[in-house]
């Protein structure tokens, strides 16, 4: 399963951004998807959780993005959203989706994950 995120980019402070984030098999075979997550990486600090969603729409935030962030997904699409607003400069980071997925011949689920987006919020 390839994911590939799109959305990133320079934002002032305050500003908003919405992240995508698509799933897809190279071989077009369908698959199911269990969690949905986006995490993120600033530079000389551990990759870190922001926000994950799961099937059943189930959501949990990172404390410093909680009521500034919001998670979304659209199952049928196997696509994954991240609504940022507010953002700070601390939110600069390379923003990862990471899905896990399972074929149908597949007794658990696997994980995949993108080659991240940049976000930097500055002035």
């Known amino acids: 399963v390839q994911v590939v995120e799109s959305g990133g980019g320079l934002v002032q402070p305050g500003g908003y951004l919405r992240l995508s984030c698509a799933a897809s098999a190279a071989s077009g075979s369908s698959f199911s998807t269990n969690v949905m997550g986006w995490y993120r990486q600033a530079p000389g600090k551990e990759r870190e959780l922001v926000a994950v969603v799961t099937r059943g729409g189930a959501t949990n935030y990172a404390d410093s993005v909680q009521g500034r962030f919001t998670i979304s997904r659209d199952i049928p699409k196997n696509t994954l959203y991240l609504q940022m607003n507010n953002l700070k400069p601390e939110d600069t980071a390379v923003y990862y989706c990471?899905?896990?997925?399972?074929?149908?011949?597949?007794?658990?689920?696997?994980?995949?994950w993108g080659q991240g987006t940049l976000v930097t919020v500055s002035s």
């Open positions: 990471n899905v896990q997925y399972a074929f149908k011949f597949q007794s658990k689920y696997l994980d995949a």
